[in-house]
C-alpha cells in the first residue's frame, strides 16, 4: 500500500530545506501556476515537478501515485475542456491541476509531518491579537492527517460489514455506520488526547 | 510506590448511578481491577487521572485532588487505553512518541534522544519515521504504550490494553507491564495477567465486591461468571 502523500524519509536537498520555506515556495508556486494560460508554459512547469520528485529521489512511479485519486476528475475536465473550450484550454486546466496536486504532494512526501506543522504554528503566530491559536491550529492539522488512514480503515470495514451480512451497496447503509463509528473514534481520541495533557 | 486514594466515591451519568460507594486506597504495586461488562471498571479508571470525575466523593493521587491538580495528576499517570488506534494522534511512529514530550522544555536533541531509547527498548526502533497506521495491531499497542511511557508517569492505568489484541502480543504487552518499575493499574478480561499481582478489585454492577489478593479474587470472580 503506497501511503498517499506520506512523508519518505530521505536525505535529498528538499528534504534538508526547512519546512517553513516550502510551503511558502509552494504558496507562491501555487499562485504562479494559477496565472499561466498557455498550454506550453503549463507543460513546462509539470517537467519542472517531476525534475523536483527526482532531486528528491522519488521515482515517477510515486508521482503518478499521487494524481491516481485525482484521475476520475481530471479526465472529466479534459473531456468537458475540450469539448467546450479547446484542446489548449483542456491542457492549461488539467496541466494545472496536475501541478498543483504534485507539488503539495512534494511538499508532504519531502516534510515530516511535525516540521510541517511547526511552520503552521509558526505562520500563524501573528495572528495571535486575532484570536487564533497557533498550537491549536498545529495540532488540528495533525490530527487531519493521522486521521485519513484511520477512517479509510473504517469505511472499508464497514464494507465488508455490509457484505458479510449480503446488504446491496447502498449509500445511507454505508453512511450511517461509518459516520456513528467515526464519531465514536473522534470521541476516544478526545479521551486520548486529554490523557496525553492537550489541555492542561 | 504513589498513592491512590478513592474514600467512599461514586460517578453517575445524568440520573444513572455507574459506580457507588467504592472505598480504596491502592498503593501496592501491581493492582488488577476485573468485572463484567458495564460494571464500571473504565469509569473508576478514568477517575483515577481525572478524565472522568467522582460525581460523589474525591479522588487523589500522591495527595493531589483530580478535580483541583488534573493537570499535576495526569502528568503523574500514564493511561493506555483499548485501542490502539485510537490513542496513536500523530501520523508517524516517532512523532508520535514525541507528541507527550512538547512543551515540557526539553531541547530537540533531548526529545530525540528519549524517543530513541524508548522506541528501541519496544522493538521499534526500525518503524522511528514509519507511517503509523501501517503497523500491527500488536505494534500500535507498543507504540501506544511506549509513548506513555516516554513521559515517565509514576503510575500506569492500562484499560484493557490486551483486549483487541491476538495471544502473542498479548503477551508481549503483558511482558512489557511486567518489567516496568512504576505502580500499575491494570483492568482486564485476560485473568492470566493477574499472576504475581499484588491485590485485585471486583467490580459488579457497579460496586467493589470484592478486594483481596489474586489467589482469592480471580477464582471468586470466575464464580461469579459461571
Ligand atoms: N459517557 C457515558 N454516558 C452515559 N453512560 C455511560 C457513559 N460511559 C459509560 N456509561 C455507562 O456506565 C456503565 C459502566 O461503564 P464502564 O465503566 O465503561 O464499564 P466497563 O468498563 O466495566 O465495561 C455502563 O452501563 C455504561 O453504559
Ligand atoms: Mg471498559
Known amino acids: 500500500m503506497t501511503a498517499l502523500g506520506l512523508y519518505r524519509p530521505g536525505t535529498s536537498p528538499l528534504h534538508r530545506a526547512p519546512g517553513g520555506l516550502k510551503l511558502l515556495l509552494l504558496l507562491l508556486a501555487g499562485v504562479g501556476v494559477v496565472l499561466?494560460?498557455?498550454?506550453?508554459?503549463?507543460?513546462?512547469?509539470?517537467?519542472?515537478?517531476?525534475?523536483c520528485y527526482a532531486v528528491a529521489g522519488l521515482s515517477p512511479r510515486v508521482a503518478l501515485a499521487q494524481l491516481r485519486p485525482l484521475a476520475w476528475v481530471g479526465a472529466v475536465t479534459a473531456l468537458f475542456q475540450l469539448v467546450v473550450a479547446g484542446w489548449e484550454r483542456a491542457v492549461v486546466v488539467v496541466g494545472v491541476l496536475?501541478?498543483?496536486?504534485?507539488?503539495?504532494?512534494?511538499?508532504t512526501l519531502t516534510t515530516r509531518t511535525t516540521e510541517l506543522v511547526d511552520a503552521v504554528v509558526a505562520g500563524c503566530r501573528p495572528l495571535r491579537p486575532l484570536g487564533v491559536d497557533a498550537e491549536r491550529v498545529g495540532l488540528v492539522l495533525a490530527l487531519g492527517v493521522r486521521c485519513v488512514p484511520v477512517v479509510v480503515a473504517l469505511a472499508g470495514e464497514v464494507r465488508d460489514a455490509q457484505r458479510a451480512r449480503g446488504l446491496a451497496a447502498s449509500p445511507?447503509?454505508?453512511a450511517v455506520p461509518l459516520i456513528v463509528r467515526s464519531l465514536r473514534h473522534a470521541d476516544a481520541l478526545g479521551d486520548a488526547l486529554a490523557a496525553r495533557g492537550v489541555d492542561d | 510506590m504513589p498513592v491512590i486514594e478513592a474514600p467512599g466515591v461514586g460517578h453517575?451519568?445524568?440520573?444513572?448511578?455507574?459506580?457507588?460507594?467504592?472505598?480504596?486506597r491502592l498503593e501496592e504495586r501491581r493492582v488488577g481491577i476485573v468485572g463484567a461488562n458495564g460494571s464500571g471498571k473504565s469509569t473508576f479508571a478514568r477517575m483515577l487521572?481525572?478524565?472522568v470525575?467522582?460525581?460523589?466523593?474525591?479522588?487523589?493521587?500522591?495527595?493531589?485532588?483530580?478535580?483541583r491538580e488534573g493537570r499535576a495528576v495526569r502528568r503523574r499517570v500514564g493511561f493506555c487505553f483499548t485501542d490502539p488506534d485510537a490513542q496513536i494522534v500523530m501520523p508517524t511512529v516517532a512523532e508520535d512518541v514525541a507528541f507527550g514530550l512538547r512543551?515540557?522544555?526539553?531541547?530537540?536533541?533531548?526529545?530525540?534522544?528519549?524517543?530513541?531509547?524508548?522506541?528501541?527498548?519496544?522493538d521499534l526502533a526500525g518503524h522511528a519515521d514509519h507511517p503509523a497506521h501501517l503497523l500491527s495491531g500488536g505494534q500500535k499497542q507498543l507504540l501506544a504504550l511506549a509513548s506513555v511511557l516516554v513521559t515517565e508517569p509514576d503510575v500506569l492505568v492500562m484499560d484493557e490494553p490486551t483486549t483487541l489484541l491476538d495471544l502473542?502480543?498479548?503477551?508481549?504487552?503483558?511482558?512489557?507491564?511486567?518489567?516496568?518499575?512504576?505502580?500499575?493499574?491494570?483492568?482486564?478480561?485476560?485473568?492470566?495477567?493477574?499472576?504475581?499481582?499484588?491485590?485485585?478489585?471486583?467490580?459488579?454492577?457497579?460496586?467493589?465486591?470484592?478486594?483481596?489478593?489474586p489467589d482469592v479474587a480471580v477464582p471468586y470472580y470466575r464464580k461469579l461468571m459461571a
Open chain 1, 98 to 107: 496536475a501541478v498543483l496536486v504534485l507539488l503539495a504532494a512534494l511538499v
Open chain 2, 49 to 51: 487521572n481525572g478524565l
Open chain 2, 103 to 122: 512543551r515540557r522544555g526539553l531541547s530537540r536533541a533531548e526529545v530525540r534522544e528519549r524517543v530513541d531509547r524508548v522506541l528501541a527498548a519496544h
Open chain 2, 168 to 213: 502473542r502480543n498479548a503477551q508481549r504487552v503483558s511482558r512489557v507491564v511486567e518489567a516496568l518499575p512504576q505502580q500499575v493499574v491494570l483492568v482486564t478480561h485476560h485473568l492470566d495477567l493477574l499472576d504475581g499481582f499484588d491485590r485485585v478489585l471486583v467490580f459488579d454492577e457497579g460496586r467493589l465486591v470484592l478486594d483481596d489478593v
Open chain 1, 36 to 51: 499561466l494560460h498557455r498550454p506550453w508554459p503549463v507543460l513546462a512547469a509539470l517537467v519542472a515537478v517531476v525534475l
Open chain 2, 53 to 67: 470525575l467522582p460525581t460523589d466523593g474525591w479522588v487523589s493521587v500522591d495527595g493531589l485532588d483530580t478535580r
Open chain 2, 12 to 24: 453517575r451519568y445524568v440520573d444513572r448511578v455507574v459506580l457507588a460507594g467504592v472505598d480504596v
Open chain 1, 172 to 174: 445511507r447503509a454505508f
